[in-house]
């Protein structure tokens, strides 16, 4: 029997820790009509343990945003999710789903992740729109024999009360 003997470097990097990073692409805008179901998801990448919550933005005199006197700095006003009645958040180590079913035109807004662990925090953000308007299609027309390949289509556009 013979011997191999190969020789191989290996070279150490150091790397520092850090606050998460959440994967980009992930969180997206959505577009959904009234009484449907929009789902969000954040994916995190951290060394440490991160917590993962989800927050919707909302608006103070019609700003995203407003000056507070004693902080003496910008701040926003949010909700979160775990208080709305009609929100499911599920999590598992470094991924999060928020789930609103039955929207409202009162859901639409501004939804974001917030990650963080004991070197810092993140946020990442998507935009919810709610139609409410259902588009239809019907058929008008005589109908056609049972041997034709076409029929007579004609969109219509109906607003839902």
Not at 23 to 44: D, E, K, M, W, Y
């Given at each position: 029997?013979?011997?191999?003997r ?6 150490i ?14 969180l997206?805008?959505?577009t959904v009509?009234?009484n449907?179901t929009?789902?969000?998801n ?6 440490l ?5 989800w927050?919707?933005?909302d608006r103070?005199n019609?700003s995203l945003?407003?000056?507070?006197e004693t ?7 949010y ?5 709305i009645e ?6 598992n ?14 859901d639409?807004?501004i ?6 662990n ?8 998507a935009t ?8 239809m ?5 005589n109908?056609?024999?049972e041997?034709?390949?076409w029929s007579?289509r004609e969109s219509l556009?109906?607003e839902?009360?």
């Amino acid at each position: 029997l013979g011997t191999i003997r190969r020789t191989f470097n290996v070279t150490i990097i150091n790397r520092m820790r850090g606050p998460p990073i959440i994967v980009p692409n992930i969180l997206v805008n959505q577009t959904v009509n009234v009484n449907g179901t929009a789902v969000f998801n954040c994916r995190v990448v951290s060394d440490l343990t991160p917590y993962i919550f989800w927050v919707r933005i909302d608006r103070v005199n019609g700003s995203l945003h407003y000056y507070n006197e004693t902080a003496k700095e910008y701040m926003f006003k949010y909700t979160e999710m775990d208080a709305i009645e009609n929100a499911n958040v599920v999590t598992n180590d470094d991924e999060s789903t928020l789930t609103l079913v039955n929207v409202t035109l009162e859901d639409q807004g501004i939804y974001a992740c917030i990650t963080g662990n004991s070197l810092g925090s993140v946020l990442a953000n998507a935009t919810l729109t709610v139609n409410e308007f259902l588009g239809m299609v019907l058929l008008t027309g005589n109908p056609e024999p049972e041997y034709s390949t076409w029929s007579i289509r004609e969109s219509l556009f109906f607003e839902l009360f």
